[in-house]
């Protein structure tokens, strides 16, 4: 991943060509479903996702949770945190979470875990062009992984998975124009409903800056994001891509923003924040010395948006870096604050899902 030198006004010249995804739902017709279990191979739902076989053909349905379209130059990114499949027989187990949709580079991301054990975000379908939408294909990687958990030679990447519908529902006021002027600020919404954040802010005060600077670690933004150094501290500034909040938390997106801390010795970034309110902990796509560890949690998240790195974020820090011992999970990193804007609770169009 290269670090940018950042454009103060790159996020509003790209709101100009981007209209964020609000909800709507991906449904993938499994053609492959006489093939798997005819090697004994079971599909199963994981999360909010549904597997109907009323039509003979089993249909996985996702929700969307959130996402972007490109007006000038085509193509979708479409999320669809908390859900999944799970492919599993007698010798092992494929789990498949979180796909990330982009339209525009023909692939499917996902958070996968292998008899349990997480792998990492990964590029696991190919999208490729068929009569009723697109058709997936394993990425070669991703059939080999799956015929190596599940002991077959049969999955390559040649074999069709299914075909995917996508049908997301894009925010009606941003035609065109910039979302963040014609969305007003909506208060949280009723008990047991669930509003889409369709745009914002999160500015994080970087309280470690000085600590940072005297171990000899720069920092620099990525993407999107910016950097504020007119005050006491500096503030790095993301912009919200997606999300949801309700009555438990809210969860929001940080697609194509991140950070980066280098030094003479190596090179940690950290990408995409997840931010998990009703869990209180930051997920990111990591990267250490531009080789992907995959979708970690790198932040806990304690009282009034305190941030300090997980135990295992530190210690990849601290060896990437050659800093020793010297950033720990104790060591306070600085503080988040959340400017979520949001649209109003009934945008479900009567999909029957809250995100």
């Known amino acids: 991943m290269s670090i940018t030198t950042n454009n103060p006004f790159g996020y509003l010249l790209s709101s100009l060509n981007e209209q964020p995804i609000l909800t709507g739902k991906t449904s993938v017709y499994l053609t492959s479903a006489g093939t798997l279990t005819s090697l004994g191979v079971s599909v199963e739902q994981l999360g909010t996702a549904t597997v109907t076989s009323s039509g003979g053909t089993p249909v996985a349905n996702f929700p969307i949770t959130g996402g972007t379209r490109d007006l000038l130059n085509g193509g979708e990114v479409v999320t669809h945190q908390g859900s999944g499949l799970e492919l599993k027989d007698s010798t092992g187990t494929?789990?498949?979470?979180?796909?990330?949709?982009?339209?525009?580079?023909?692939?499917?991301?996902?958070?996968?875990?292998?008899?349990?054990?997480?792998?990492?975000?990964?590029?696991?379908?190919?999208?490729?062009?068929?009569?009723?939408?697109?058709?997936?294909?394993?990425?070669?990687?991703?059939?080999?992984?799956?015929?190596?958990?599940?002991?077959?030679?049969?999955?390559?990447?040649?074999?069709?998975?299914?075909?995917?519908?996508?049908?997301?529902?894009?925010?009606?006021?941003?035609?065109?124009?910039?979302?963040?002027?014609?969305?007003?600020?909506?208060?949280?919404?009723?008990?047991?409903?669930?509003?889409?954040?369709?745009?914002?802010?999160?500015?994080?005060?970087?309280?470690?800056?000085?600590?940072?600077?005297?171990?000899?670690?720069?920092?620099?933004?990525?993407?999107?994001?910016?950097?504020?150094?007119?005050?006491?501290?500096?503030?790095?500034?993301?912009?919200?891509?997606?999300?949801?909040?309700?009555?438990?938390?809210?969860?929001?997106?940080?697609?194509?923003?991140?950070?980066?801390?280098?030094?003479l010795v190596g090179m940690v970034s950290l990408s995409d924040f997840f931010i998990d309110t009703r869990n209180d902990v930051v997920d990111a796509n990591v990267s250490l010395n531009g080789k992907s560890a995959g979708n970690l949690a790198v932040f806990n998240l304690g009282t009034k948006g305190a941030l300090t790195l997980t135990a295992g974020a530190a210690a990849a820090v601290d060896k990437t870096l050659g800093l020793g011992t010297a950033i720990t999970s104790m060591t306070p990193i600085g503080n988040a604050t959340p400017g979520v804007i949001a649209g109003p609770p009934t945008f479900d169009a009567g999909l029957g899902h809250n995100a």
Not at 131 to 137: E, R
Not at 218 to 236: C, E, Q, R
Not at 253 to 259: D, P
Request: overall charge negative; aromatic content about 4%; cysteine-free.
């Open 94 to 263: 494929v789990g498949l979470t979180d796909f990330t949709v982009d339209t525009q580079n023909g692939v499917i991301d996902a958070n996968v875990t292998l008899d349990g054990e997480l792998a990492g975000n990964l590029p696991v379908f190919d999208l490729g062009s068929g009569v009723f939408g697109p058709t997936l294909t394993l990425t070669s990687a991703a059939a080999g992984a799956v015929d190596q958990t599940l002991g077959t030679s049969a999955i390559t990447s040649s074999t069709t998975i299914g075909t995917a519908i996508v049908s997301p529902l894009i925010n009606p006021y941003s035609i065109g124009t910039p979302s963040l002027q014609f969305i007003s600020p909506m208060p949280p919404p009723p008990l047991g409903e669930t509003a889409p954040i369709v745009g914002g802010d999160t500015a994080v005060t970087l309280g470690s800056a000085s600590t940072l600077a005297e171990l000899g670690v720069a920092v620099k933004t990525l993407g999107f994001a910016s950097l504020d150094l007119s005050g006491l501290l500096p503030v790095a500034n993301f912009p919200i891509t997606g999300g949801s909040e309700n009555a438990a938390g809210d969860l929001i997106l940080h697609q194509g923003s991140g950070l980066a801390l280098g030094n």
